[in-house]
Nanobody, 124 residues
């Protein structure tokens, strides 16, 4: 089992930046692929980014490509999501996900473990 805890959400003006963190605990010695999804009120969940175990491969949804960057520090069992040039439409609850896999997993269905989420609000 893997437990995930997100942090770093908050309120920011359009054009601003935020960095989310997701700390993993539990059985983290095996290869773990990680990712982030988001869900805005009244909208379906959108899977936005993922990273493989080594950090050598990443995936981004078109909606965030060029603005968001995912990275990880395996020594700290932590994955980061740097969000730049934020837009009001980025407002959502952002949730971290993990799976026992070494490849990059590009869909939410591939993940077995999820965090509680952190709210990101971008004002116009």
């Amino acid at each position: 089992q893997v437990q995930l805890r997100e942090s770093g959400g908050g309120l920011v003006q359009a054009g601003g930046s935020l960095r989310l963190s997701c700390a993993a605990s539990g059985r983290t010695s095996s290869g773990i692929a990680m990712g982030w999804s988001r869900q805005a009120p009244g909208k379906e969940r959108e899977f936005v980014t993922a990273i493989n175990w080594s950090g050598s491969r990443t995936y981004y949804a078109d909606s965030v490509k060029g603005r968001f960057t995912i990275s990880r520090d395996n020594a700290k069992n932590t994955v980061y999501l740097q969000m730049n040039s934020l837009k009001p439409e980025d407002t959502a609850v952002y949730s971290c996900a993990a799976a026992y896999a070494t490849a990059v997993l590009t869909a939410a269905a591939g993940y077995a473990f999820w965090g509680q989420g952190t709210q990101v609000t971008v004002s116009s």
